[in-house]
């Protein structure tokens, strides 16, 4: 039978994600992501409607560091999937977990954002910025392709990304990013054939305000589009174009520590693209 990925999409480009910090910084997040929704099969199944529910835990380190007097950061993020798999009016269901495609983004300002210490950085007023990243997913995950579910993909990903903001107020930000996904072939497809997919693009818009100190609130928006699959080099006619809405926030425990969430789900989309809804949570430590 054909395989079905999960989505593993290890963290989503937040609100103030990429907003500045003072160099020699290193973060942990430690997320949970629960994601329901349809799940696309081969159509050559008999039965095409079907559904999935992750859980996926997931670990995220970053370190900054100054690039040519401005801030720079590596991260990596590995992801563990819980997931449950069942085709809609029948009694077929199956339960897969393990480590997921473990992914790698360096990041650089370019422009808005300096290099500073703490000291300096405590000092500093934020500005709009612009800052670019390039994100690599390994096919680290577990991949069967005689299995209805899969945690990996068994390809490369690259992700280019610029990132914008702006500083409307003292407490308010309008943030954007843009970015494009490349990605390797699937070899193993079915166990014999080749599974190709085109770019997929993606932009965001996020704009967040401070209720508090402590506590900020975002709107969210997400649209993509691109990803056409093909098998053999044979087009399945399955190009995204989806809109989700979201909300999002981040409450700081102490001036190291702090609790956010978000919630996204799809609005408009193509008859034949899955509907999702994805709810994270995150805690994050700062040293």
Known sequence: ?????????????????????????????????????????????????????????????????????????????????FTEFELDGTR???????????????????????????????????????????????????YDPNRLVNIGANRWAFKPQLSYGIPLQPDEWLTFNGNIEFFTDNDRYRGVSTLSQNPLATVEAHYSRNLTRALWLSADAYYSYGGETSVNSIGRDDTQSTLKLGVSGSLNLTPADAIAVSATHSVWKRDYTPDTFTLAINYNHAW
């Open 92 to 142: 077929i269901n199956r339960s897969v977990d393990g480590i997921g495609d473990i992914q790698a983004v360096v990041i650089a300002n370019l422009l808005g954002a300096p290099a500073l210490s703490r000291e300096e950085f405590a000092r500093w007023s934020p500005e709009t910025y612009l800052t670019a990243s390039v994100a690599v997913k390994a096919p680290t995950g577990r």
């Open 1 to 81: 039978m054909a395989a079905s990925l999960v989505p593993m999409n290890a963290f989503a480009d937040g609100a103030r994600d990429w907003l500045n910090v003072p160099v020699d910084m290193n973060f942990i997040y430690l997320y949970y992501t629960y994601n329901k929704g349809e799940s696309s099969i081969d159509t050559s199944l008999p039965i095409t409607g079907a559904s999935t529910e992750a859980s996926v835990p997931v670990v995220r380190y970053a370190r900054s560091f100054d690039v040519g007097g401005k801030i720079g950061g590596v991260q990596l993020i590995v992801p563990y999937a």
